[in-house]
């Protein structure tokens, strides 16, 4: 099983500060590795996900990509099977897709999250992804 | 020292497919992250250049990010000092600005490189990299 401890060891960028927003259940860590900024439109982070935590359901307008660089988790869009993510795995997310990413319930989840034509706009936030949904993966 | 088969196993992402153009001088691969496409605008790569490998002087017309995953190398801008890489690093780099990176001598390097603004077009490809002006670096 994978601790958020033993993922932290052994990733290669700065796991952050915690992330306090009510956008996400449980323990994540953020870490900015590219700031949103008016010439390149591709902000950067590093995202960490504690076993069983995960963001609420969200769309982005200009899409997103996923680089999963630790532990175990999973991805999955509204209408869709969840798909298990694991190190080396890569998510693409088309503009305004409703979907959710975190961690499994038994490992930490790292992926670096790139948001592409950040120029569009900001995550637009939605529900939680609930205890009955998540356990039922 | 590290080698590239040292790196490869140390690896998230895919070595991929040796670089074959002219725009390389040592040997150096790529994998195909996210290809470009008409809607995240944002090709991303998984680079790895073995031991002394590096790519030409060339400029990015919508700019780059380079995320290093693991090894030792360099980036530099035309008229500045190089600046050393190793895991964990980020390199932001404007459009239009003259660059170039690569492995050290005695190190390899990998990185992730994500084209930002690609609709603004491809690389343009310039002059290698001398010995001259690698070996003084």
Same mark, same amino acid.
């Given at each position: 099983?994978?601790?958020? $401890? ?14 306090? $927003? ?33 963001? $609420? ?10 680089? &999963? ?15 298990? *993510? ?10 305004? &897709? ?10 930490? *989840? ?25 356990? $039922?993966?």
């Amino acid at each position: 099983m994978d601790t958020s $401890n033993d993922l932290q060891e052994r990733e290669i960028f700065p796991k952050g500060e915690e992330i306090t $927003n009510e956008y996400f259940r449980g323990t994540a860590w953020l870490q900015v590795l590219v700031p949103n900024d008016s010439t390149l439109h591709c902000p950067t982070y590093n995202v960490t996900f504690e076993p069983g935590a995960r963001n $609420n359901w969200h769309k982005h307008p200009g899409g997103q990509i996923l680089l &999963v660089t630790g532990g175990r988790g999973f991805y999955q869009e509204e209408g869709r099977p969840a798909r298990v *993510l694991h190190p080396g795995d890569v998510v693409t997310i088309r503009p305004d &897709v409703k979907h959710w990413h975190g961690a499994a319930p038994d490992s930490g *989840l790292t992926h670096i999250a790139i948001s592409t034509n950040a120029e569009l706009g900001e995550a637009e936030w939605l529900e939680p992804v609930t205890d009955e949904e998540y356990s $039922n993966l």
